[in-house]
């Protein structure tokens, strides 16, 4: 794992937005019905072909975010499907979707919680946030498992096209203020 400069991020994250530059591809419109139904959906990620969207969302009458998935068939995305339970659970909030090139590797936050620490302090401090992978074996995405490089204060993956590297962010804290570093692994 090696921290990242940000001048060198920022350029190379402009050339990875360029791959999911797709003009004609628009889920939005879709998916705003479901906001409309009351849905809150956030972390949005597109696949490298633009013809799957992985995103999180708090369904009406759920009590955590969840990873839901829809497809694009013939110019019209899918209703979202929400992802099995070998990636959601019912105490946690599975959040920062980013899946590989190859869509076998898929990258997600698990936010955890401790209710004891939420309720006698401020902020968020009593919450915990671990990159998680789970790999999809013969169109089934299998148990989810904690990365190895995670610590408790990691968000937002993001998969390069290598499906070798992923950068995230990480807190961190310098004199007692905290700021997000960025760091990549292969």
Do not use: C
């Not at 060198?8 to 419109?29: E, I, N, R, Y």
């Not at 597109?46 to 013809?51: A, C, G, P, Y």
């Not at 899918?78 to 599975?94: G, V, Y």
């Amino acid at each position: 794992m090696k921290r990242y400069s940000s001048l060198l991020l920022a350029g190379l994250l402009l050339s990875v937005t360029s791959v999911f530059g797709q003009k004609d591809m628009q889920p939005t419109p879709e998916l705003r019905k479901f906001s409309q139904q009351g849905w809150k959906i956030q972390h949005a990620h597109i696949s490298f072909d633009s013809l799957t969207i992985y995103f999180s969302a708090l369904e009406p009458g759920r009590t955590s975010y969840d990873l839901y998935v829809s497809h694009s068939r013939a110019g019209f995305w899918s209703a979202p499907e929400r992802m099995n339970d070998s990636i959601n659970t019912a105490d946690a909030d599975e959040l920062w979707p980013s899946v590989a090139s190859d869509e076998r590797r898929l990258y997600f936050v698990r936010r955890t919680y401790d209710r004891k620490l939420i309720k006698s302090s401020r902020g968020t401090q009593g919450t915990y946030d671990h990159l998680y992978t789970s790999d999809n074996l013969r169109g089934e995405w299998q148990q989810a498992e904690r990365a190895m490089i995670s610590s408790a204060t990691d968000i937002s993956p993001l998969v390069l096209p290598d499906n070798k590297t992923v950068f995230f962010a990480r807190k961190e804290y310098e004199k007692k203020r905290p700021y997000y570093a960025l760091f990549y692994t292969r």
